[in-house]
């Protein structure tokens, strides 16, 4: 009798268990209900500094979903990216992804100082990067979704890492697809996550070859629309002008939709790595027209992604640490 009730017991338990607990694969132990108990304001508390860092400037929000995705596929989301140069660490906020670009440090020190002050010790700094990444696409009007948490930061970064594993404006279809897949992302998750383009900017640096000289032989990007280029070039000269702010969607920019990639299909995709989702591919081509044709279906699939991506290679269990100041690992501070 007692084994027969410890047998339902067991069955009871897993009934409710949280289902990223069944696939270490994706979810490395990192379930919505982490905090519930030991940080139950956790959350909130992050969406509410979000929010204020929103109002004063919109621009934030791409920023952030930016920085957990810079996060993520450099040892996976462990909060690497977030680690200055101490000690034996060099930051990875040097390498040339991260390097005049990469912003929002201050956003996440905000809320891990709060999160520090209710509950100290508690939530990493990696979990907080996952909740801003969700709550910026919310906050600019795209889909909600449980963030899985219960990851761990980092003992260190990867300079290296960073400068090889994220993909590049230039890079070529194939080589952006490979690195996605090194992650364990597919082409659908590659071209609904390129839709996070959606918002935000980017620097004429990042773009230039395609208005002067895309393969090397002083000729513009025949794939790029003609009187789109001419714009861009105003404020995007042959040199100079590397910081220049350029919109990624000049459609509704701080709008989280799918006009993204309706501008992909008029050829007025802003980098290299945007209009290869239609020119060089047919498969990632028809999810362009699909995502551009059916906004819901866009955003049902970024969300999937986006979870997806943030299971990738968590710290759990032992594994890392829970840093009280995400600027370092805990050693030197």
Known sequence: MANSLSFLLLLSLLAFAP????????????????YDFSCPAAQEIAKSILARAFQKEPRIAASLLRLHFHDCFVKGCDASILLDSSGSTV???????????ARGFEVIDEIKSAL???????VSCADILAIAARDSTVISGGPSWEVPLGRRDSLGASLSGSNNNIPAPNNTFQTILTKFK????????????SGSHTIGNSRCTSFRQRLYNQTGNGVADFTLDQNYASELRDRCPSSGGD??????????????????????????????SD????????????????????????LEQ???????MG?????????????TNCRKINAYY
Do not use: H, W
């Open 302 to 308: 970024f969300a999937k992604s986006m979870i997806k």
């Open 116 to 122: 520090e002050k209710e509950c100290p010790q508690t």
């Open 243 to 272: 910081q220049n702010l350029f919109f990624l969607d000049y459609v509704s920019p701080i709008k989280f939709d799918n006009s993204y990639f309706k501008n992909l299909l008029a050829y007025k995709g802003l980098l290299n």
């Open 182 to 193: 090194l992650q364990g992302l597919d082409i659908v998750d590659l071209v609904a996550l």
């Open 275 to 298: 209009q290869v989702l239609l020119t060089k591919n047919q498969e990632s081509a028809e999810l362009v027209k699909k995502y551009a044709e059916n906004n819901d279906i866009f």
């Open 311 to 323: 299971n990738i290679s968590p710290l759990t269990g032992s594994r890392g640490e829970i840093r």
């Open 19 to 34: 289902c990223c607990l069944c696939t270490k694969k994706l979810g490395g132990f990192l379930y919505p209900q982490f």
């Open 91 to 101: 930051s990875e906020k040097g390498s040339n992804p991260n390097r005049n670009s």
